[in-house]
């Protein structure tokens, strides 16, 4: 059995809930003084060495995890190795370790690594299916499909708001109607959902959805700022399809575009001809400059032109 465990990936959901069940067992099996929790920007690997070094106190084993890697050489991580009591487990928690050090290099050499990616759709459709039912409610399809395109698929998030959304539905199903008044998009929900609703040509529910966002207190500048980032990625995925490159991934790769979002601005920016991108492209950029230089004014008192600009983006909209 390997003393030291790297837990590592984008699903940082999962690699909580996983570091969560190993100190909840341990302590249980073996009592709190034999669990220790670290912070990795906070030690040297000196202090780990002192920590994994100690036997445990009346029991079998003992648990160190290690929130985050250390700065470590690689000649660090092997005497690390060898330090090490034969009673201690260690364990590295790092979602997003630097594996140009080569301390990380080593510890993914010699580390049992388990690996916590993102869940595919339909791993992720069970999951919240699941969770809903352990909040005592049920999740219907259509209110699942608007939840992931208001949160996008960060377990976090869904979390948290799955659980409130159990509270209002009190044992019934969470519907779209529960959704649409008590969750408000993330920035990256808000991008997903307007790209699919310009995307298709649905402008007035585009209007409806900004309207519905303002008046729940989102900020003007920043749903412009989103429309504006919407608009790049219009350019970006464009400029790929006319360079010849049509595979999702490989878009994806190369613009930074989420592969999530490419489902319907792919054939979008196949659909526009590059003239109609020019002209609201060059629209857009001057009414961002009037923003910058005050030729257009807007404040929280005084909302109007802000408003009044994300209103012509969704109607200019190619």
Known sequence: MSSIYLFTGENIFL???EKKRWLQEFRKKHGEENCALLYGDHITIRDLLDEVSVMPFLSEKRLVVVELVPKCTREEI???LIQIHPQVILVFC???PDKRLTGVKELFDSAEVKT?????PQEL???MQSFAAEHGARLDVPAEKMLLEFLGNDMDVLSLEIKKLALRAHGRSITTADIDQMTIPSDEGIVWRMTDLLCAGSRLEALRTARRMLDRGADGYQLWAILLSMLKNVVLVRA??????TNAKAIADKTGVHIFALRNLQPYAHRVNNSSVRT???WAVQSEKDLKTGILKASDDAPQEIHALIDQFIMRAP
């Open 15 to 17: 690699l909580r809930q």
């Open 116 to 120: 916590f990616a993102l869940l595919k």
């Open 125 to 127: 459709s069970k999951w």
């Open 78 to 80: 092997q005497n690390l």
């Open 94 to 96: 790092d979602s997003k």
């Open 240 to 245: 790929a399809l006319d360079a010849r490159i």
């Open 280 to 282: 609201f492209l060059s």
